[in-house]
């Protein structure tokens, strides 16, 4: 099976705008998690979509935001970007069926810098 | 779930065996994992252990559990120079839908 897959790799984006980023997960996977990841905070959570639904989502402003369609394909968005917003940014999968997270698989990561 | 603590580095000579140590802070946890990064990479997951488990072994790797101190330990043998990366521990409990993870040890192998 391919892995999870995230596009683009790298993005250079300026203050104040906007980015996309988009994640496929494991065919068959229909759980998808984001993580931001950042050399002063390490690794953290974004939020998790399971069946177009949001399940979870972590402590970060309104300006990031996600969605998932039905093909399990997930996007995430972040508006007005600030410079704190740089980072390498995770995408997991799974194939999460009930309460308990199963193992999840990541993808590559996009790595976002903002100038 | 948020108190996942690691130490952050460790060095170890080639050939020796590598112990890498967390503490985890949720007594409901469920599943808790161990994923590498290497240098401009994604998170590779290595292994996992049920928390009603008190180890498991994978080739090179043993993961041991001790639920009454919360602590969760990998022990790589034979390290390699391949081995060189982050190591993270990761916890996750039920209706959480998250990985809550610890810093990250960054292991160091030397010839």
């Known amino acids: 099976k391919a892995g999870v897959t995230q596009t683009p790799r790298y993005l250079i984006k300026t203050r104040g705008q906007q980015v996309t980023l988009s994640c496929s997960p494991i065919s068959g996977h229909r759980s998808v998690s984001w993580y931001q990841q950042t050399p002063g905070q390490g690794l953290q959570f974004l939020f998790e979509y399971f069946s177009e639904t949001q399940r979870n989502k972590g402590n970060f402003p309104g300006r990031f935001s996600g969605r998932q369609f039905s093909n399990s394909r997930s996007e995430m968005n972040v508006s007005t970007l600030e410079l704190g917003d740089s980072a390498l940014y995770l995408c997991a999968s799974s194939s999460n069926r009930g309460e308990i997270l199963e193992t999840q698989y990541f993808g590559p990561g996009t790595r976002l810098l903002v100038l | 779930g948020e108190d996942v603590e690691q130490s952050l580095f460790l060095s170890v000579r080639e050939g020796d065996s590598s112990v890498i140590n967390c503490t985890y802070t949720d007594s409901s946890s469920t599943y808790l994992y161990w994923y590498k990064q290497e240098p401009g990479a994604g998170l590779q997951l290595l292994t996992y252990?049920?928390?009603?488990?008190d180890m498991k072994q994978d080739q090179r790797l043993t993961v041991l559990l001790n639920k009454k101190d919360k602590h969760l330990s990998l022990r790589i043998a034979d390290t390699q120079t391949g081995d060189s990366a982050i190591y993270f521990c990761?916890?996750?409990?039920?209706?959480?839908?998250?990985?809550?993870f610890g810093a990250g040890t960054t292991v160091t192998v030397r010839a």
């Open positions: 990761a916890e996750t409990y039920p209706r959480d839908y998250k990985l809550s």
């Open positions: 252990i049920f928390s009603n488990m």
